[in-house]
């Protein structure tokens, strides 16, 4: 069976993503174009590079993801260093260790620029803040004057990965031709994490055929829910207002979007409480994350065909069109 997958971000819950992708793979599954935000773009440039989940699980088994958490000694120092870090670089932590060993990976997989990915292989969000518009990468990248094809994949993902005050923002200089009159500072845009406007882009693939006037080609969606979901954050000053907000962009997006009329086609993967930002995962955690998305992916792909996708979603727009013919949008005087 043939489908466009997409991943949601949710820090290092996306390990579970892993083992949703080997629930999928044991039933037949391959995946045409993938998409992801966050943690989700991870998976999904693995997935386009050509690695399979056996392969990520051995990934993820072999990762100490409290690694990828780097910082210069001189900001170590407590309390003072981090919010001093914060301060100066906008992050609590360099984003170039995590960006590192996405390139290393796709390397081995002979992938470094999205030229070298079949065209529309793989798309990536991120959030520009400069501007405040969101990017699905590589092609927004133009609006920089940078050629799409050149962009590192690893890049793009790093980007997709940049939770705001964890990791620092990506830095993207205009060209020369597009900062011609602007101001040294004006030259420059900021890129974060794509959670902060789309966690879960659903949208991006739909309506598409496998040719001109053929088959719908499914969209199934791969999102991650945890124990923790619903439950109050405490709020007892700064730090634990930021990561409040920091959980609220990557667990709140499109809820109701999802809810309401794209149940048929998501992939549910129970979490077990864990945070986006427990980087310091025991192995046992990982293992159980990745157990997860095994059995979300085999208990959904068990009982799912593309005659039964698409008999929802034909009554899905049956649905939306008897909505929109009730509550029809309001006219000028």
Known sequence: MLINGVFEGGGVKGISLAGAVKGAEDHGVEFNRVAGTSSGSIVAALLA????AEEMKGIIENTPFASLLRRSPIFDTKWIGPAARLFLKKGLYSGEALECWIRDMLKKKGVRTFADLPPGKLLIIASDISNGTILVLPDDIKRFGIDPSKLEVAKAVRMSCSIPYFFD????RRSPILSKGLRF?????????GALLSNFPLWLFDGERTERGGDIIPVVGFKMVGKTEGEPARIRGPLSMLQALVETMLTAH???????????????IPTLGI??????????????????????GTEFFSGWNTKIYGEQLDKQTRELRKKQAENPPLTPV
Do not use: C, H, M, W
């Open 169 to 172: 923002p990506v830095a993207i």
């Open 254 to 268: 499109d809820e109701r979007y999802i809810e309401q009329i794209n149940r048929f086609r998501t992939v549910k």
């Open 185 to 193: 500072a004006d030259q420059f845009v900021y890129i974060v994490d």
């Open 49 to 52: 590079a050509g690695y399979r």
């Open 275 to 296: 945070k986006p930002t427990e980087f310091n995962l025991s192995v046992q955690d990982s293992t159980a994350l990745y157990q997860s998305g095994v059995t979300a």
